[in-house]
Every structure is written in structure tokens, then in C-alpha cells.
């Protein structure tokens, strides 16, 4: 980078979730889960005085928590219905992130993923926020891309 020269972090607000079968992308206020973990495996090995070495195990990923604005779109209550159904279909897709300009900065891309909860939103006659519904995939994976 050029001396001189700002580099300012990206808004957390500002992204969309583009899902394989499913037309167009999907807006959503909130996303949360894209993480990965694995396992730890204790190896002793009887002759190096009893050590306890460290080895790596099965990889997880993180259920991708989504929440929005109830809309007439009803293509996500569809797949999850569909599940329900006995009909598990998986999809991967891609959570986008957008810079400053509006176009896309960095890619998180999942892979075969299906709904597993989908909760409608907490009404009230007398609030006046937004009506949030809520979407989980599971995700059998994450990776990381430059848009």
C-alpha cells in the first residue's frame, strides 16, 4: 500500500446471501455462524516418556444463523418445507460482502447446505419494529474467497 494512502475496514451491514436454485439474492439484517473448528485427538506414544502429542481431528463448520425482515418472498420457507417433507435438498451458495462502492469485497462460499429451523417472528400489537424471521443452515463447509 502506497504511504499515504487509507484502507478502512468493511461495514458488517452491508452484504447478501446468493443461494444455489434459489432466484436472485436474498438481503438479510443478520448473519452469524461462519466459523469452522476441529477436533483435538491425544496420541501418547508409550516410549517418549509418556508425552501427549496433539493431532488433528474431524473438521466442523458452524450453523449459518440468518434473520430478516418478513417478506412475501417465500422461497427459503419452500426449502425449508421441503425438509420437512423428507425431501432434504442441499445447496451451496455464498454470503457476499460489499465494499464502500457497493461491489463485492470478500466471499464466504458454504457447501451442501439445508435448513434445519425456521422460526417465524414475535408479534405484537404493540410494537413497532420490524417483523424478524429467522433461518439456520447447516453447513458442511466454509471457504474463504476474494470477490
Known amino acids: 500500500m502506497p504511504p499515504g494512502q487509507r484502507v478502512d475496514p468493511f461495514a458488517a451491514f452491508n452484504f447478501t446471501l446468493d443461494i444455489e436454485g434459489l432466484a436472485g439474492s436474498h438481503g438479510f439484517s443478520d448473519c452469524s455462524g461462519v466459523n469452522t473448528e476441529q477436533d483435538v485427538n491425544d496420541y501418547r506414544e508409550g516410549n517418549m516418556d509418556f508425552a501427549v502429542i496433539k493431532l488433528p481431528g474431524l473438521k466442523k463448520s458452524g450453523d449459518l444463523s440468518l434473520k430478516r425482515g418478513l417478506t412475501t418472498s417465500h422461497g427459503l ?62 453447513v458442511e463447509g466454509f471457504e474463504l474467497g476474494v470477490a
Not at 425456521?118 to 413497532?128: D, M
Open 77 to 138: 420457507q419452500e426449502w425449508r418445507r421441503s425438509v420437512l417433507d423428507g425431501r432434504t435438498v442441499r445447496r451451496s451458495g455464498q454470503i457476499v460482502l460489499k465494499g464502500e462502492a457497493g461491489k463485492p469485497a470478500l466471499r464466504w462460499k458454504f457447501a451442501n447446505a439445508w435448513p434445519k429451523q425456521y422460526a417465524a417472528p414475535s408479534l405484537s400489537g404493540t410494537a413497532t419494529e420490524v417483523t424478524i424471521e429467522q433461518l439456520v443452515l447447516v
